[in-house]
Structure formats: structure tokens, C-alpha cells
């Protein structure tokens, strides 16, 4: 079958780094993408991996390695506002090449 | 309008009614995706359209039917709405089936 693994939850103080792992198995792979979530909000889009390596978007960086089926996100200088969900998703063939969310990482910063 | 919009915002439904949950997006976005969200379940897709005039079943289509009559609109209907239909209902547009998904403000539904 076709799964992805997150931690359910991760807590840290501001101004810390956490890093958000993701390992999927899947047949095919077409890209990984990483979408944050607000209680009561709507996913938005965070950043996306279809080579192998690093992407850096400000504060929050993504990582994927194909030969080992995993990526994490990584988020530095933890802000309050940074408290939400955080989904990985992958698109694979076997999907009729739709995105396979994961269950999401909640993110707790605290003072 | 200005990206994805979903109406109405919440509903609370007797078990047997009929629902028809909107979507318009602006962004003339040719894919279109309706998404189901439950507590320890994550996004689960239910439909999808590539394209105006196609649509696809994704992981949980029973119960749901859509159609997607041009570009900008996809509806949602629960022909026979039940309590496990309870959820919240989020609507996502890209520009095409590979990119980046753009999702509405959802719908929370409650089925009894």
C-alpha cells in the first residue's frame, strides 16, 4: 500500500529549530510538499522537493532524499505563530498522480 | 472574489437530506479537488476534475457526487446526507493536476 509516517506531535520553545520528519512508501514518486494548517484554517502551501537536497524559503527549509523515501521540514527561529499542523503529502503514480497527505504534525511553541 | 471560496461556512443537517456544498475559484485553475478532513484522519480526497467536463473518484467518493460544468465552479453533493458524512469539507484548486494546491476556508458540516 501506499502510506506516509509523521510524528503526531512535536513541542518547542520560540526561537528554537525543530525539524519535522517524513518517510512515505509509495509506488512511483513525483515530489514531496510540506502544507501548514491553523486550527480552524484552511492547509497552505509551504514548500515543495521533487530532487534530492535542501529548499529554503526564509525561516523554513525542506529536505528530501529519494533513495531513502524521507524528507523533513525544518522550521529555525520558532515564532508562536508557527503553533499549527504540519501535513507532508506526496504525489505518486499509483494515485492516479493525486497528493497522499500524511496525517500531520502538531507543533506546539511555547514562551 | 479573490481565490477559493466555499459556502456556506457550517451547516447542521438531518440525516436523509440532500447538500450541496459550493466551491468558485477565480484563479482559472484548470484541476479542482473536494477533501474531507476528520480528527486522526487527515485530508482524504473524495473528488477531483483535471479539467471542465472531467471529474475523477479519489479515495472516499461514496455518498458524494460532483460535476464540474466549466472552470470556476465545482459543487459537492451528498445525495443522501448520513451522520459519518460529519466532517469538515475543504474545497483546493491548482493550475494543473501536478502544482500546488490552493484550498478554500472549508465547510463544517454536521450530520444528525
Known amino acids: 500500500g501506499q502510506s506516509l509516517e509523521q510524528p503526531s506531535e512535536v513541542t518547542a520553545v520560540e526561537g528554537a529549530i525543530v525539524q519535522i520528519n517524513c518517510t512515505y512508501q509509495t509506488s512511483g514518486f513525483y515530489g514531496l510538499s510540506w502544507y501548514q494548517q491553523h486550527d480552524g484554517g484552511a492547509p497552505t502551501f509551504l514548500s515543495y522537493?521533487?530532487l534530492d537536497g535542501l529548499e529554503e524559503t526564509g525561516r523554513f527549509s525542506s529536505f528530501l532524499s529519494r533513495s531513502d523515501s524521507y524528507g523533513y521540514l525544518l522550521l529555525q527561529e520558532l515564532q508562536m505563530k508557527d503553533s499549527a499542523s504540519y501535513f507532508c503529502?506526496?504525489?505518486?503514480?499509483?494515485?492516479?498522480?493525486?497528493?497522499?497527505w500524511g496525517l500531520g504534525t502538531s507543533l506546539a511553541v511555547n514562551p | 472574489i479573490a481565490g477559493i471560496t466555499q459556502a456556506p461556512t457550517s451547516q447542521i443537517l438531518a440525516a436523509g437530506r440532500r447538500m450541496t456544498l459550493r466551491c468558485t475559484q477565480d484563479m482559472r485553475h484548470n484541476a479542482m479537488y473536494w477533501y474531507r478532513q476528520d480528527l486522526g484522519l487527515g485530508l482524504r480526497l473524495i473528488h477531483y476534475s483535471n479539467t471542465a467536463g472531467t471529474t475523477g473518484k479519489g479515495e472516499v467518493p461514496d455518498g458524494y457526487s460532483v460535476s464540474r460544468a466549466n472552470t470556476d465552479d465545482f459543487p459537492l453533493t451528498l445525495a443522501s446526507a448520513v451522520p459519518s458524512q460529519t466532517s469538515v469539507y475543504f474545497c483546493?484548486?491548482?493550475?494543473?493536476?501536478?502544482?500546488?494546491?490552493?484550498f478554500g476556508p472549508g465547510t463544517r458540516l454536521t450530520v444528525l
Open positions: 503529502a506526496v504525489r505518486s503514480a499509483g494515485n492516479n498522480r493525486k497528493l497522499i
Open positions: 522537493n521533487g
Open positions: 483546493a484548486s491548482s493550475e494543473t493536476e501536478t502544482d500546488t494546491q490552493y
